[in-house]
Structure formats: structure tokens, C-alpha cells
């Protein structure tokens, strides 16, 4: 009994019910991804093909009348694609990871895609906290 309490927590069988569950898991999470990926692609092309008629439209419509208002959009657009690019790779990630790990049945894999996992739910906090904070500016403001 004192020698199954000391052994490690990977050691220990998985039995189907949860292996079902990590694998729809590994699924969701994979699907997600790719289609995040997806829309991260389309808003590239469209800021590729569209992007000098849609900053000069915005230049037209700013009281500026230059293109600096074109600049600050395209840096907070690059921001917004990279932070969503981290975001969608640390699924894909924890997906790729978990579904090796029991493929292969290897303890290590499974706890690296746990890991990856964990990496983009705490991403996922500060994103989500630092939202709550702006919407909360946002409304002391008016």
C-alpha cells in the first residue's frame, strides 16, 4: 500500500473513459486552432490586398488628415494578430501534445501537453483580466 502511494502520478493507468476525454479534447482544441489559424490568415490577406485603400479611407475620415492615425491602426493591428497568433498556437500546442502522448501512451508527452495546456489557460486569465480592467476604464471614464 505505501509503495502505490510513493509511485509517480504518470505511473498510473489511464482507464478509456478518460482517455475518450482527453482525446475529445485534443479534438476540440485542435479544431479550434486550425480555424483560428484560418482567420488569423484571412485577416493578413485582406490587410495585404485591402490594407493602403483601408488606411487611406481612415486618413480621410480623421480630423487629422494624415497618415498617422493609419500608422497607430496598423501597429494595434499587428499587436492584436500576434497576441492571437500566441494564443492560437498554445492550443494547437497542448492539442498536438496530448494527442501524442496517448497515441504513444507516453506519460511524458501527455504531461507536456498538459503543460501547454495550463500555458494557454493562464494566457487566456491575463488576456481576459486585462479586458475586464480596460472595460472597467472604460466605464469610470464617462
Given at each position: 500500500m505505501e509503495q502505490e502511494q510513493n509511485?509517480?502520478?504518470?505511473?498510473?493507468?489511464?482507464?478509456?473513459?478518460?482517455?475518450?476525454?482527453?482525446?475529445?479534447?485534443s479534438k476540440w482544441t485542435r479544431f479550434i486552432s486550425i480555424?483560428?489559424?484560418v482567420g488569423l490568415g484571412l485577416i493578413l490577406l485582406v490587410f495585404a490586398l485591402a490594407g493602403q485603400a483601408i488606411f487611406k479611407q481612415i486618413s480621410l475620415l480623421s480630423e487629422l488628415g494624415s497618415s498617422s492615425l493609419a500608422g497607430v491602426i496598423l501597429i494595434i493591428v499587428i499587436v492584436m494578430v500576434l497576441v492571437l497568433g500566441v494564443w492560437v498556437f498554445l492550443m494547437f500546442k497542448a492539442s498536438t501534445q496530448l494527442k501524442k502522448g496517448l497515441d504513444s501512451k507516453n506519460s511524458t508527452e501527455l504531461a507536456e501537453g498538459f503543460r501547454a495546456l495550463r500555458s494557454f489557460f493562464i494566457f487566456s486569465t491575463v488576456m481576459s483580466v486585462l479586458s475586464l480592467l480596460y472595460a472597467i476604464s472604460t466605464i469610470l471614464n464617462f
Open positions: 509511485s509517480s502520478l504518470f505511473d498510473m493507468n489511464i482507464d478509456a473513459g478518460a482517455q475518450s476525454s482527453i482525446n475529445s479534447v480555424t483560428g489559424f
